[in-house]
């Protein structure tokens, strides 16, 4: 089992431009959560998929959307980009509630 | 509200040495508290969690309602030990609330 997997690894985008991020949950898993890791910072919630719908959802603007797909792997979009969005995304997954959630290594976003 | 507080960003220590790191939590509910660590260059992952009361890698922590804290001990550090560690919180309520809460993390450097 590989766990997590992100890709890409390591994204390089313009301000104003749109960028599409991708997850496979660790086998077994049907919860998908995305978290925005900026530079000395922990992990701030996005959102979460459950079932291909967003179940919950944090204090980020609706230039940050999603998708779950029926095998339960994700995309985090995000329209328009800001300099402020350079971070590292990470994806956990999970299975029921409440459970431990396995983290992803991780795609850094840099916006230029 | 739902907030969690390292106050600690960095801590150094020598090996064998006792170690605590503190984290500190706000929630009106009944909390589930848990320690994820971040080794170099390796994803972020659950250390321990309270509702299971386990020990890992000698590592403990209780949770101490009255004072809101759940802090990190281990009686003999170990250069191992060298890592991010963060704090996190996630609401339990009759809606399931999932989210975890981040704090900005500590980072152990144990030194020889």
């Known amino acids: 089992d590989a766990g997590v997997t992100q890709s890409p690894t390591h994204l390089i985008k313009t301000r104003g431009q749109q960028v599409t991020l991708r997850c496979s949950p660790k086998s077994g898993h049907d919860t998908v959560s995305w978290y925005q890791q900026a530079l000395g910072q922990g992990p701030q919630f996005i959102f979460q998929?459950?079932?291909?719908?967003?179940?919950q959802r944090g204090n980020f603007p609706d230039r940050f959307s999603g998708h779950q797909f029926p095998n339960y792997s994700s995309e985090l979009n995000v329209n328009a980009l800001l300099l402020g969005d350079s971070a590292l995304y990470l994806c956990?997954?999970?299975?029921?509630?409440?459970?431990?959630?396995?983290f992803g290594q991780g795609t850094r976003l840099t916006v230029v | 509200a739902q907030r969690v507080t390292q106050p600690e960003k960095l801590l150094s220590v020598f090996k064998g040495a006792p170690v605590e790191l503190k984290c500190n939590y706000s929630y009106s509910g009944s909390p589930e508290l848990f320690w994820y660590v971040q080794y170099s260059r390796q994803r972020l992952q659950l250390l321990l969690r309270h509702i299971s009361r386990e020990s890992i890698k000698g590592f403990t922590a209780d949770l101490n309602k009255g004072e809101t804290s759940f802090h990190l001990k281990k009686p003999f550090a170990q250069e191992e030990d060298s890592a991010m560690y963060y704090c996190a919180l996630r609401g339990l309520t009759q809606g399931g609330s999932e989210k975890l809460v981040f704090g900005k993390g500590t980072k152990l450097t144990v030194n020889p």
């Open positions: 998929y459950y079932e291909e719908e967003e179940r």
């Open positions: 956990a997954s999970s299975f029921g509630l409440p459970t431990e959630a396995f």
